[in-house]
């Protein structure tokens, strides 16, 4: 019985390894889209948007990863959990469990990392719409407000500070 609760622990150590790699992985996607997109925010160019989008997929192929590994490792420990005390060989072998839902790609698009890298492609696509949209607004509004009779806005702010 002592085997066996040496190589659950062992196991346990690695499922435990796997889980903070997927949070950690969160935590880094998010920081580097966000510092991306402030990039984007002052410099409106597609090298940035194209970068941060390959951000996220590079994150998200690596969170389905991970997450692959993690699924194994539990399906591992659940096979040496029925094994026989004699039986345990300490192995840490998991690659007769990466099949079915424990794939690469069906980790990539289970509910909680779909989820979450989709809610975070839907924003990223949406900021960037948005902030394409305010640039072309913006070039819009210049153009109709340099006629040769409008009034440049610093002299009426100058105007209002000198009447107080």
Same mark, same amino acid.
């Given at each position: 019985?002592?085997?066996?609760?040496?190589?659950?622990?062992?196991?346990?150590?690695?499922?435990?390894?796997?889980?903070?790699?997927?949070?950690? +992985?969160?935590?880094?996607?998010?920081?580097?889209?966000?510092?991306?997109?402030? +990039?984007?925010?002052?410099?409106?160019?597609?090298?940035?948007?194209?970068?941060?989008?390959?951000?996220?997929?590079? /994150?998200?192929? %690596?969170?389905?990863?991970?997450?692959? %590994?993690?699924?194994?490792?539990?399906?591992?420990?659940?096979?040496?959990?029925?094994?026989?005390?004699?039986?345990?060989?300490?192995?840490?072998?998991?690659?007769? /469990?990466?099949?079915?839902?424990?794939?690469?790609?069906?980790?990539? /698009?289970? @509910?909680?990392?779909?989820?979450?890298?989709?809610?975070?492609?839907?924003?990223?696509?949406?900021?960037?719409?948005?902030?394409?949209?305010?640039?072309?607004?913006?070039?819009?509004?210049?153009?109709?407000?340099?006629?040769?009779?409008?009034?440049?806005?610093? @002299?009426?702010?100058?105007?209002?500070?000198?009447?107080?």
């Amino acid at each position: 019985m002592n085997n066996k609760i040496k190589h659950l622990e062992m196991i346990q150590v690695v499922v435990t390894r796997m889980g903070s790699n997927l949070f950690i +992985l969160k935590g880094w996607s998010i920081t580097l889209i966000v510092a991306l997109f402030t +990039l984007i925010s002052r410099d409106v160019s597609g090298v940035y948007v194209l970068f941060a989008f390959c951000v996220l997929l590079i /994150f998200w192929i %690596l969170d389905g990863y991970f997450l692959s %590994l993690e699924r194994c490792f539990r399906d591992l420990y659940d096979d040496v959990r029925m094994k026989k005390d004699e039986d345990i060989d300490f192995s840490m072998n998991c690659k007769k /469990f990466m099949k079915g839902k424990n794939s690469w790609i069906k980790s990539m /698009f289970s @509910s909680t990392i779909l989820i979450f890298y989709g809610i975070l492609l839907v924003v990223m696509v949406i900021i960037t719409v948005m902030s394409s949209v305010n640039s072309i607004n913006f070039n819009f509004g210049i153009n109709w407000k340099n006629r040769s009779n409008a009034i440049p806005a610093t @002299s009426i702010i100058t105007t209002e500070l000198n009447k107080k």
